[in-house]
């Protein structure tokens, strides 16, 4: 039976925006990205007949929960400042919604966005390498639905059972204190820096890692092609800094044109590579 290389477990999203609604979430582009990097790719998710069109996931096996609504997000800017508020959430996830096959994936990237899943399941996959972007464990809604720091009340109990945590101080909103909590509990930590690279934690020492100058588009997803390149080089290599290096040439080629053609192919990435070195 078909057994992915890389699976992501959490929402696909329906985004609002000016141009009306399409297809987001941390499973769509990190999935994407496995793919388009040469890995057998799936997801197992949760959606309703809302969801834009998941033509962009082709080549990606899906796993589908239906839902009434699909998990949806809008970005509203007010003085410049961006504002996000969560509308709808779709069906929470569990091991019983992953095939039994799919369960000894050599990655599993744990990537929730609204709190769909609990993190008792950081412990479910112990044949894989474990993966997790933290931020649908931090969120929580207030009464205008607007996006507000609350973490999973059991989050803290499971952190030893990630292998690799991808975050930025984003996802903490701004709490760098919090991001010294988890440092200390989790034995990989790569902090993402957007244009200035990326930070890694482990055996306590800290290494930055600079990325490629690159003239910005859109930056939508790049925190989650980042995380799928550096967890798939990771697993390949068991070297955070080579990984760090991959997967910053990987995110850095996605942010030059829009949406998710951008992201690039393994040939791509290894011509950066190839460039650089020269």
Avoid at 77 to 99: C, F, I, M, N
Avoid at 147 to 161: C, K, Q, S
Avoid at 177 to 182: C, N, P, R, T
């Amino acid at each position: 039976m078909y057994t992915p290389e890389y699976l992501t477990i959490g929402h696909v999203t329906k985004d609002n925006v000016p141009e009306g609604a399409i297809l987001g979430g941390t499973c769509s582009y990190s999935a994407l990205t496995a793919h388009r990097l040469g890995l057998k790719s799936a997801i197992v998710t949760s959606a309703g007949p809302d969801i834009p069109s998941l033509d962009p996931l082709h080549g990606v096996l899906l796993e589908v929960k239906p839902a009434s609504h699909s998990t949806t997000f809008e970005n509203v800017y007010r003085d410049g400042e961006r504002h996000q508020k969560w509308l709808t959430t779709a069906l929470d996830l569990s091991l019983h919604d992953v095939p039994n096959h799919w369960r000894d994936a050599p990655i599993v990237h744990l990537g929730a966005l609204s709190q769909e899943i609990s993190p008792q399941l950081f412990r479910q996959f112990p044949n894989s390498l474990t993966c997790v972007t933290i931020q649908g464990w931090l969120r929580g809604q207030d009464e205008q639905f607007n996006v507000i720091y609350r973490a999973h009340p059991e989050l803290n109990h499971y952190l030893a059972d990630i292998d690799i945590l991808v975050i930025s101080l984003a996802d903490l909103f701004g709490n760098q204190s919090l991001l010294d909590f988890f440092v200390a509990n989790i034995g990989l930590v790569v902090e993402t820096l957007g244009s200035e690279g990326c930070r890694i934690y482990q055996h306590g020492q800290v290494v930055h890692v600079p990325t490629y100058p690159e003239t910005e588009v859109d930056p939508t997803g790049a925190g989650d092609i980042f995380a799928a390149a550096f967890f798939i080089r990771y697993k390949q290599t068991k070297d955070p800094l080579i990984a760090a290096q991959f997967a910053n040439a990987t995110a850095s080629l996605s942010v030059g044109s829009v949406g998710m053609t951008s992201i690039p192919t393994l040939a791509q990435v290894e011509a950066r590579f190839a460039g650089r070195d020269q």
